[in-house]
């Protein structure tokens, strides 16, 4: 989509901003945030049976005139284009997921580089629960705290950058990722698969993650958590309307659907 057709005012409602920031650091800051905190990540598309489609037109209607969310590749597809409206040199990379995996995915995960100033951050609003709240600055080893959680960024001789979060005094690997060109057409072939592989961890399970400042609501399957200031509470959901009134008071969302019509 061209930076002069993306509905800016229809975004900045929708992440509950006043007005679109410069773009510098404190900018890319603020338009980070604010729609990690306000556009789930979530993939209830996959299981009615749905194409994920990455048009720019498509995003706008699901994200911004439904108020849908969406996962990885329709998070930060809107967010690159919302930060090229601003005027943010923005590029995609594709990362390959190592977060609870004895081994790495191929390329299932987009993220972002926005180069400010000669120095390279790190953007990303789409990897769910444990994911960035905030954009990191691409620089080694170096720890980086983000409402309560911290991040750190290390070189790996094949894999390239790898992304941490540390849990429990330990810093685990979320995704890794080498900064190399890539085309929409390579985006475009990372979501079919992951999409409609019959093995992808997005067909098997029904995921709804917001962030908030002062901790997540996440939503795997039947079992609605609130991590809340470093306490949680868990729910199991009945199927039907609970799961449905669920989703509309914790997430926002309201499905054109019915609960019956998850097809996998």
């Known amino acids: 989509m061209n930076s002069n057709k993306f509905p800016i005012s229809l975004y900045l409602e929708r992440i509950s901003l006043g007005k679109m920031p410069p773009p510098d650091v404190e900018g890319l800051k603020q338009i980070h945030a604010a729609q990690v905190f306000s556009i789930p990540f979530e993939n209830l598309d996959i299981h009615l049976?749905?194409?994920?489609?990455?048009?720019?037109?498509?995003?706008?209607?699901?994200?911004?005139?439904r108020s849908r969310g969406g996962y990885c590749f329709?998070?930060?597809?809107?967010?690159?284009?919302?930060?090229?409206a601003a005027g943010f040199a923005v590029r995609p990379l594709l990362a390959r997921v190592l977060y609870n995996l004895s081994e790495p995915t191929t390329f299932t995960h987009e993220v972002l580089i926005v180069t400010l100033s000669g120095q390279d951050w790190l953007?990303?609003?789409?990897?769910?629960?444990p994911g960035l709240r905030l954009p990191l600055p691409m620089i080694p080893d170096r720890v980086y705290e983000q409402y309560g959680d911290y991040y750190r960024l290390k070189g790996d001789p094949?894999?390239?950058?790898?992304?941490?979060?540390?849990?429990?005094e330990v810093f685990r690997d979320l995704y890794a990722f080498r900064d190399q060109w890539i085309q929409d057409a390579d985006i475009e072939m990372a979501n079919h698969f992951t999409a409609t592989w019959p093995g992808s961890f997005f067909r098997t399970h029904k995921l709804?993650?917001?962030p908030k400042p002062w901790g997540r609501i996440t939503l795997f399957?039947?079992?609605l958590t609130i991590h809340r200031r470093g306490q949680s509470t868990h729910k199991i959901l009945s199927p039907g309307p609970a799961y449905m009134e669920a989703l509309i008071e914790n997430f926002g969302i309201t499905l054109d659907s019915d609960y019956t019509n998850f097809v996998l």
């Open 49 to 65: 049976g749905r194409t994920i489609s990455l048009q720019p037109e498509h995003l706008v209607s699901k994200l911004l005139n």
């Open 74 to 84: 329709e998070l930060n597809a809107m967010l690159r284009m919302a930060l090229d």
């Open 123 to 129: 953007a990303d609003a789409g990897f769910g629960m």
């Open 158 to 168: 094949v894999l390239g950058w790898v992304l941490q979060r540390r849990s429990k």
């Open 208 to 210: 709804c993650m917001l």
């Open 221 to 223: 399957d039947m079992e």
